[in-house]
Each structure stands twice: as C-alpha cells, then as structure tokens.
C-alpha cells in the first residue's frame, strides 16, 4: 500500500464562483496533489461570499499539514475568520494582504514540493512583503 503524501491544502474564497473556479484551472496545471478547494459566491451562487462554503472548503482541503485561505476582498476576510472558528481546526492560516491568484500560485508550488504551513507563510510574506492594495 502506498501512502499518500499529505499537502498544505489551499481553500480560494471569491465573491465569483467564476473567478475562483479558473483560478483554480491555472492552479492545476501547475500541481496535481495539493488540495484546492473553493468557496466563491454566495450561498445562491450570486455574488458574495458564504460562510457555510468556506467552512466546507476548508474541511475537504485539511489535512494535519494545514491549509491557507485566499481571498479576494475584505468582506471575504471576514467570513473566512468566522469559518476558521467554527471549524475548531489548527493550521488554518489566512494569507493577509496577498493577492488571490499570484499567493495561491507561489502557495500550490510550494505545497506541492513539500514546504510546510509555515515556510509558505514565511515565503508569501517575503514575497508580497508591500502588501496588495
């Protein structure tokens, strides 16, 4: 039996299904083993963000390696915090201050070679360093 690798997973939040689901298109054709899970749109699929669709995302991208949040506006930020509360799981970081599809990106990479939450974090920072505005 073969085990399976786990991977820092990455839950993407957006106020568009749409825009969150070709993120993740450009995602997976970078990697193929890092969960990626989205939480865009409202619960009616308008535009928005649910906190109901975060807290999903992030219970099928968890592992024990963690996972980051990305999202897309700051009214997004908001629900994930709630999510990650309600959720009453460690390693859930929300990658603050880093755009949605570039940190996601630099984030499945190095998930996807093994880096740990933490390193990814610390990459993300540097990289990202004068925020995103």
Not at 12 to 26: N, Q, R, T
Not at 27 to 45: C, F, K, M, R, Y
């Amino acid at each position: 039996m073969v085990n399976k690798v786990e991977k820092v997973g990455i839950v993407l939040i957006s106020h568009s299904y749409k825009v969150a689901e070709g993120i993740k298109d450009i995602l997976n054709q970078v990697v193929s083993d890092v969960p990626i899970e989205l939480a865009g749109g409202t619960d009616e699929n308008d535009i928005g963000t649910s906190m109901n669709k975060i807290l999903a995302a992030i219970e099928q991208a968890y592992s024990e390696k963690g996972v980051i949040l990305f999202y897309d506006l700051g009214s997004a930020m908001m629900n994930a915090e709630m999510a990650i509360e309600l959720s009453g799981k460690d390693h859930i970081q929300i990658a603050d201050n880093i755009p949605l599809l570039e940190g996601s990106y630099v984030a499945a990479v190095e998930s996807g070679i093994g880096k740990d939450i933490t390193a990814i974090m610390k990459s993300l920072k540097e990289q990202f360093r004068s925020g995103f505005a």
